[in-house]
């Protein structure tokens, strides 16, 4: 063995070593390990530096190079999910280089130090002293650059040609990353020598690979500015930094509020719908000076002094779709605003402490502030606040995704019928009990959060329903379920899980799922507060565990509401239904069970139907102006279904489609998650997006989920267009060769038979068509939706 492979093993141990021989260990080192520090031990062949032997040296431009890095690199490396946190979807992120520290780290004793890009450093120095290594710069003058090095071994070492990846390239996202700086690439060439850039893909072009290597031969120069603003952008920034800066009482507190809900959200305005996006951020710089960020580890942290502004700062990076979560804002969002908080009737007398345990509890920091004007602000913009449970602000939802079904309905208490609206001495009088778990910032042990939140849940569930058997009698109706005013289409939503990240759309798609839920204002809030504003990824396991652990509580609680519209004889039976196997748990049995099993319901029902779909089409029905069109692809068993397709082959396509969504059976099990399906006719294509949907006996438990999945009730959802941020596989299907496509799907019942299935109309990863392919996508997806399109990111993308 030679020598630089027992330095990689003595020296991260010399801090537990006495000094002699921490003494002894360095002076081996100077005399014999000196190579060990010259850079890597591989001879790779070097980029190209032409495209053809007829060509000339091309010329490059940082926006060609920054283009190639955005379609190949960004698609991995974007957010805290980056690999080695490299992130690469801003000159900033590529200069700030790469962390062996990993953000996702569940065991962690302790909370671990934020590194934010843009937020918690401001320039490379500052994220040296912070152990990132550079990417960009060799060990000495003129040797290689770990980024060059990366590429030129994804070059030399290509996967095989449209098969499936060998074991050895480990595409499973908790996989261990070794991380290594340019010193160490020699052994990672050793241990990994089908790990070059891109990883686990086919190759990039020569193009590329020409284009990326004079770029990195003239220092890898970045002229991204900052987004070009038209001025009716410049007039609206100006107009919405001083509405957010109003100097009375009043105007701080909504404008705080506000920020700790927005602090996470591209926000943009409808005269510039295709942005620039902005970040609300607290700076120490008033409205008109370059931004200074105020970095807090949560959004109602002290910012440590009194003297900042709310600002509104341009995201120049990347929009990448997975963080692409959008919030409008124009005149009448601004008017909206006004009237909700600053000209209903309320007069605040002290502004909200930044102490963790008020500041984490929104009833009591914004008590002030009418409970009305907070509950219908979130109704008004219910889409963005449940995709901010599951995206909030980190980039793999596994906190959020891991307490959920993968497909249910969610609708909304009305206001007038919520007893925390119409009854505001109710939040008062239970603010204690609504307390969550981000007070206790990261040191509650499991034991006492296991017991003190239960009791409280319990204490809370036994005053809420004796409140509405006082307030309502007779039960509640389906005039209790809110109606978006009629106009608004955010009152009905699907969620649709994908392992570790979901999705949530408009309307109610897909077939009748298992569960529903119904969220009054104190459970909207919580699960804002517990997922988002109160949730750190930079925690310790108790922080995290007891965020997973509280959300079981909203959960139960939001299932609680939909099966009370339920008739009393069928509660028990539907709703133990959803809790195999945990519905002698203690949450099921005394912290979240009906307070009254006898509770009666205004809603009426036909005898000898199944009630829960019954309730599913009443509420439809009775939500028709915002509910959308009727799902017909994926609930319609009529031999003619009605579609809102545009084009006559679309119909066709879906005409054939449909019949997958309304059967069940093993070959569903070996589907991905989320698998982009593109129909070719003609000159012609459409993209649909299909959904497995695992069926789960219970999601009351953080572990052993895998013992808990029923794969024979697994489901599948079709959904026209693009539904997803993380694509698991694709399928490219000529629509003359459609029929035998699906007759394959279902024949399809091992993964040997899927596997072949991949190999004739799948886009394998290492497919030459792979990387044309998903910039199709990218492609279709901006042109149909310009506002929310974003890149997808592939890291999931399976090996089938």
């Not at 909370?111 to 120095?125: G, I, Q």
């Not at 290509?158 to 991380?179: F, H, M, N, Y």
């Not at 850039?197 to 890898?220: C, H």
């Not at 949530?504 to 009054?520: C, H, L, N, R, S």
Request: net charge negative.
């Amino acid at each position: 063995m030679n020598l630089c492979f027992w330095a990689d093993i003595l020296l991260p141990v010399l801090s537990l070593n006495p000094l002699a021989l921490r003494v002894l260990i360095g002076l081996v080192c100077v005399l014999g390990f000196t190579s060990c520090q010259r850079g890597p031990e591989v001879d790779l062949p070097p980029l190209p530096t032409q495209v053809s032997e007829q060509d000339s040296p091309v010329v490059v431009t940082p926006a060609a190079a920054q283009a190639i890095i955005d379609a190949r690199c960004v698609v991995c490396h974007a957010c805290y999910d980056a690999p080695c946190q490299l992130v690469l979807s801003s000159p900033e992120g590529l200069q700030r280089g790469a962390s062996k520290e990993a953000v996702y780290h569940a065991e962690r004793i302790r909370a671990a130090k934020p590194s934010r890009l843009f937020v918690d450093a401001s320039t490379t120095e500052e994220w040296r002293q912070r152990d990132f290594f550079t990417v960009l710069q060799g060990a000495e003058p003129n040797s290689p650059q770990l980024l060059r090095l990366m590429l030129e071994l994804g070059a030399a070492n290509p996967p095989p040609k449209g098969q499936k990846l060998p074991a050895e390239v480990d595409l499973a996202i908790v996989r261990p990353l070794s991380c290594p700086t340019v010193n160490q690439f020699g052994r990672y060439v050793r241990d990994h020598s089908m790990g070059g850039m891109p990883y686990g893909t086919a190759p990039l072009s020569r193009t590329e690979l020409v284009t990326l290597g004079a770029w990195l031969a003239d220092g890898a120069p970045s002229d991204r500015p900052e987004p070009a603003m038209a001025p009716e952008t410049q007039k609206a920034l100006k107009q919405w930094e001083s509405f957010l800066n109003g100097p009375s009482l009043k105007e701080r507190i909504v404008s705080r509020y506000l920020y700790e809900h927005w602090f996470q959200a591209h926000l943009y305005f409808e005269t510039a719908s295709e942005g620039p996006f902005f970040r609300i951020v607290r700076s120490s710089t008033a409205p008109g000076q370059p931004i200074q960020e105020i970095a807090t580890r949560r959004p109602y942290d002290d910012p440590g002094t009194t003297s900042f502004w709310y600002r509104l700062r341009p995201v120049t990076s990347t929009i990448v779709h997975k963080t692409h979560t959008l919030y409008p804002l124009g005149d009448a969002k601004k008017a909206r605003l006004t009237e909700l908080f600053l000209e209903s009737e309320w007069s605040p007398t002290r502004f909200p402490s930044y102490e963790t345990k008020e500041a984490s509890n929104p009833f009591v920091a914004f008590k002030e502030i009418p409970a009305r004007a907070r509950y219908q602000y979130m109704l008004d913009n219910a889409q963005f606040f449940v995709m901010s449970f599951i995206r909030g602000p980190v980039c793999r939802g596994q906190v959020a995704t891991n307490v959920i079904q993968d497909h249910f309905f969610v609708a909304f208490l009305d206001p007038d019928h919520d007893v925390s609206i119409t009854q505001p001495e109710f939040l008062e009088a239970n603010q204690a009990f609504l307390d969550l778990p981000a007070e206790h910032l990261s040191q509650l042990t499991p034991s006492a959060f296991l017991g003190e939140y239960r009791r409280h849940q319990h204490d809370y569930l036994s005053r809420r329903s004796q409140a509405y058997a006082e307030a309502h009698p007779e039960g509640l109706g389906l005039n209790s379920v809110w109606d978006g005013e009629q106009e608004n289409t955010n009152a009905l939503l699907t969620v649709f899980r994908h392992w570790d990240n979901a999705t949530v759309i408009e309307g109610w798609q897909g077939g009748w799922p298992k569960t529903a839920w119904i969220i009054d204002y104190p459970i909207f809030e919580r699960i804002y507060y517990d997922l988002v504003a109160g949730f750190d990824v930079f925690g310790n396991f108790t922080h995290q565990a007891s965020t997973r652990l509280y959300m079981d509580h909203l959960r139960m609680q939001g299932e609680l509401n939909f099966v009370a519209l339920l008739p009393p004889e069928s509660r028990k039976e539907i709703h133990e239904s959803w809790y195999i196997g945990a519905s002698r748990s203690v949450d099921y049995r005394w912290a979240d069970k009906f307070d009254d099993p006898n509770y009666p319901t205004a809603v009426r029902y036909e005898e000898g139907g199944e009630f829960k779909v019954q309730l599913y089409e009443k509420i439809l029905k009775a939500n028709a102006a915002v509910a959308g069109p009727a799902d017909s692809l994926n609930r319609c068993k009529e031999d003619s279904c009605p579609s809102t397709a545009t084009l006559p082959w679309q119909k066709e396509t879906e005409d054939k489609l449909r019949w997958l969504t309304s059967v069940r059976g093993p070959w569903i099990q070996n589907l991905p998650e989320v698998t982009r399906l593109r129909i070719r006719s003609g000159s012609e294509a459409s993209t649909w997006t299909l959904v497995r949907n695992i069926d789960h006996k219970n999601v009351a438990y953080m572990f052993h989920e895998e013992n808990r999945i029923d794969s024979s009730k697994d489901t599948l959802t079709i959904v026209r267009g693009y539904l997803g941020s993380y694509p698991n596989f694709a399928f490219d299907v000529d629509l003359n060769q459609l029929d035998a496509f699906i007759a394959a799907l279902q024949a399809a019942l091992s993964e040997d038979e899927f596997s072949a299935l991949a190999g004739r109309w799948g886009v394998r990863r290492t497919d030459p068509q792979f990387w044309p392919t998903m910039d199709w996508f990218v492609s279709d997806f901006q042109e149909q939706s310009p506002t929310e399109a974003g890149l997808f990111d592939l890291a999931r993308y399976g090996n089938y």
